[in-house]
């Protein structure tokens, strides 16, 4: 247990490097639109609760431009009005509370991959 806790740390570490600490506002945009083409790829290959829980982070940001922010809340609207109530529920709850950091390790860890 202790050796995943350590690995759990290091690649926090690492994550916090790659954006260089503590990202400026122009960084986080760049983060914020790349999240939204995530997002929208999701949702063309039916991964509605990893699309609903990216738009719901996105739109708790409120130093996300504004035409990413209006593409959010369309995408999320749109899913909303096709998937179970739940699943938007589970996506608000999820991102009251994220910061970037979380954010990008729950996309490091769910986010569908390129198969070899």
């Not at 729950?106 to 569908?112: G, H, K, Q, T």
């Amino acid at each position: 247990m202790e050796q995943h806790h350590d690995s759990i740390q290091s690649r926090r570490v690492d994550l916090q490097r790659a954006i260089g600490g503590t990202p400026r506002p122009e960084q986080k945009r760049t983060l914020h639109r790349a999240m939204l083409s995530l997002a929208e790829s999701c949702l063309e290959i039916g991964h509605a609760q990893t699309a609903a829980d990216i738009l719901a982070y996105i739109l708790c940001q409120i130093d996300a431009d504004s035409v990413t922010l209006e593409r959010a809340a369309e995408r999320f609207a749109e899913l909303e009005g096709r998937v179970c109530p739940r699943v938007i529920l589970d996506a608000r709850e999820f991102a009251a509370g994220m910061d970037l950091v979380t954010m990008l390790e729950y996309l490091l860890d769910v986010a569908p991959r390129e198969r070899n």
